[in-house]
Nanobody, 120 residues
Framework: QVQLMESGGGSVQPGGSLRLSCAAS????????MAWYRQAPGEERDLVAS???????TYAESVKGRFTISRGTAKNTVYLQMDNLKSEDTAVYYC??????????????WGQGTQVTVSS
């Protein structure tokens, strides 16, 4: 019922920046946690950053100080500001969200992913 759509991916040189966006659509009673994951070829899908209750954030050690996750005021949009990008950041980035569509009716959704390529 809840659909997620990522945007903002692309190709940049090392040291460059990108800003990813993820918008949720559909009936959302409450949004709890939104997160960004990434998956490189031959690798597992790993958590990059998350933002939950009270806008508490977590980051993978590899991106601390370079990436910033934030939510829009409507709480149905999440952003990932990526600065000082490295070749190792190349991956497909996925948006994930969980919350409730109604009282005692939780949801957990994934976006289709957006490609981020960092190369010289």
């Amino acid at each position: 019922q809840v659909q997620l759509m990522e945007s903002g991916g692309g190709s940049v040189q090392p040291g460059g920046s990108l800003r990813l966006s993820c918008a949720a659509s559909g009936t959302i009673f409450s949004m709890n946690t939104m997160a960004w994951y990434r998956q490189a070829p031959g690798e597992e899908r790993d958590l990059v950053a998350s933002i939950g209750s009270g806008d508490r954030t977590t980051y993978a050690e590899s991106v601390k100080g370079r990436f910033t996750i934030s939510r829009g005021t409507a709480k149905n949009t999440v952003y990932l500001q990526m600065d000082n990008l490295k070749s190792e950041d190349t991956a497909v980035y996925y948006c994930q969200a969980d919350g409730s569509v109604a009282w005692r009716q939780p949801f957990s959704s994934w976006g289709q992913g957006t490609q981020v390529t960092v190369s010289s």
